[in-house]
């Protein structure tokens, strides 16, 4: 019995499912602020890019993005390259009128990394038109010179129109926003040829190959030892044509630096077929190609009759070469528009990584054959025994792992319903807590309150017998007062008295000096008299000290507020 990893089927399963959100519908636009014609007054405008995947915005979250400007020079647009600086990854810039040669595509490509490649996944672009360098008429100018811009406005929409010096014709560039797409399915070789191209005398070119270089994905032709007719890759166009149409192909090469392929020039031919099957070949030219990337761009015109298009692209006749190729595009205009994928072919990439190409399904889950666990034979893919875990299993083995299941389930049953249980409990126990919690809350809440109403009532008392102390206090030092004035006063008098009396005694005994003793006598009894007034003096003293005593004792009780 093998041991399948769930782990691994759980991986694979994710893979699947970010496929699906990595190759989902992206799209892109450019917004003008100022509008795509600069007029004489105009000075610049504000371009703001969008980009959506779904319906979902995620402008902020795409970073990688390179913005390109192209102009025509002669029959050839070319692109701008130093216009690029301080652009690049922005989300939005500015376009001067200066920046427009006439007529110039500004283009933004988005970038996405997908399965670990750098990936593009949305072109946006606009064509500006600098109005004060466009002839705008609706009657043919006279004396045209090269490349002069003429607006045909005898037609609606209007046509904006470039007079070939070497032709001697008006060559259209279709309306302001004209609706192209790219004709060539697989144009950047994302995935195998087969089922797109078709191999052109083998024997000269062999099978060409898929290639990686500056994040680029290009076709390999080389040419073999064996010289004879032209060799490479020919792709009927699927979509309808239109006859007696302005059509231009374009793509990328550049030539391999080994010198025995001294063959330097890429052929491309194109083919017109009717609706009787009839082919006739419209354009066959041959661009010479170096070490450098080269832009090819061959623009024809259909044939009144033509249904259907074949693209070649490859060697000359007897010519050792060897060349790289990629972005192909084939536009249903005379205007050169930058490379973007066919738009079938966004739609299918999903399709085509999950179950429509089973060989990019077993590349995708083997890192290209890095891992050998899977492997191929045929038509058929197998698993190396070497990564599978044997294991051999009895009858008693299952009836075992049965047996096991059976009680962890019950187990687990059983827990459950203990944890059921508790969790009751717990809620009761927390029930009842709060109840007791509210209860206790009350109760201190009462207590509280009483205290505080037992502060006020003795707070209240405090000051009553405050003020009635203060009152008491006063009355006692009046009567203090009024005490101490009496005695002195009877001090007073009495000193008068014993004086008056000292003086008549001493009248006395001279007047009557036989009655001295007898004046002794009651001199003694006054001075007895007198002794007893001085007890009472000092009692009435004592009476005085004791008040002033319970005068600083009150003073001092009403110095201690009361406690509560």
């Known amino acids: 019995m093998a041991v399948i ?73 070319k692109e701008d390259i130093s216009w690029r600086d301080g652009k690049q990854n922005e989300k939005r810039i500015v376009l001067d009128k200066d920046d427009i040669e006439g007529k110039s595509i500004i283009q933004a490509s ?164 009717n609706d009787k099957g009839e082919e006739a070949e419209i354009e066959n030219e041959s661009i010479t190609l170096n070490n450098d990337i080269t832009s090819v761009s061959v623009p024809f015109k259909t044939l009144n009759d033509t249904q259907k298009m074949r693209v070649f692209v490859g060697t000359q006749n007897n010519r050792r070469c060897w060349f790289y190729v990629t972005e192909l595009s084939l536009y249903n205009s005379a205007v050169y528009y930058p490379w973007e994928p066919c738009p079938d072919d966004v739609n299918n990439q999903m399709n085509v990584k999950l179950d429509n190409d089973r060989k990019s399904v077993f590349n995708t889950l083997t890192d290209d054959n890095a891992y050998k666990a899977i492997y191929e034979s045929g038509d058929q893919y197998y698993i190396r025994a070497e990564y599978i875990t044997p294991a051999v299993a009895s009858q008693d083995d299952f009836d075992k792992l049965e047996k096991t299941v059976t009680q962890l389930s019950s187990t687990h049953a059983t827990d459950k319903s203990n944890i059921d249980k508790s969790i009751t409990n717990l809620q009761s126990q927390l029930s ?79 007047t009557h000096s036989t009655d001295v003793k007898a004046l002794q006598d009651s001199i003694k009894g006054l001075q007895n008299t007198l002794a007893t007034l001085q007890g009472t003096i000092t009692t009435l003293q004592s009476t005085v000290t004791s008040l002033q005593n319970r005068v600083t004792a009150l003073e001092g009780a009403n110095k201690t507020p009361p406690t509560n």
Request: hydrophobic residues 30%; glycine residues 4%.
């Open 110 to 273: 988005c970038y996405s990394v997908i399965d670990g490649n750098r990936e593009l996944v949305s072109t946006a672009r606009l064509t500006f038109i600098k109005i004060s360098d466009v002839y705008v008429s609706d009657v043919t100018p006279s004396g045209p010179s090269d490349k002069m811009m003429w607006m045909d406005t005898k037609v609606s929409p209007p046509v904006l129109k470039i007079w070939d010096e070497t032709k001697k014709i008006w060559v259209s560039s279709g309306t302001e926003t004209p609706i192209v797409k790219n004709h060539i399915r697989n144009s950047n070789f994302w995935t195998d040829i087969d089922g797109y191209y078709d191999i052109v005398n083998k024997n000269t070119v062999g099978t060409p190959t898929i290639v990686s270089y500056k994040n680029k994905k290009w076709i390999s032709m080389q040419s073999k030892n064996l010289l004879g007719a032209s060799g490479g890759l020919k792709q009927e166009i699927q979509y309808p044509v239109l006859p007696n149409s302005s059509y231009m192909f374009n793509c990328i090469a550049y030539k391999d630096s080994n010198t025995y392929y001294s063959g330097n020039k890429l052929k491309v031919t194109i083919t017109s077929i």
């Open 432 to 510: 009842t807590l709060s109840n007791t919690h509210t209860t206790d809350k009350t109760n201190i809440n009462k207590n509280i309150t009483n205290l505080q109403n037992s502060y006020n009532t003795l707070n209240t008392d405090y000051t009553a017998h405050k003020q009635s102390n203060t009152t008491d206090i006063q009355g006692l030092r009046d009567k203090d007062t009024a005490l101490q004035n009496s005695i002195n006063a009877l001090s007073s008098t009495h000193s008068a008295d014993i004086s008056s009396l000292d003086s008549s005694i001493q009248n006395f005994k001279n």
């Open 5 to 77: 990893n769930l782990e691994n089927i759980a991986a694979t399963a994710s893979i699947t499912i970010q496929l699906i959100k990595d190759y989902s519908m992206y799209e892109s636009e450019i917004i003008s602020s100022n509008g795509t014609i600069f007029q004489s007054t105009d000075t610049d405008t504000t371009l703001t890019l969008r980009i959506f995947k779904g319906v979902e915005d995620i402008t902020n979250k795409i970073t990688d993005i390179e913005w390109s400007k192209f102009y025509f020079d002669r029959e050839e647009l």
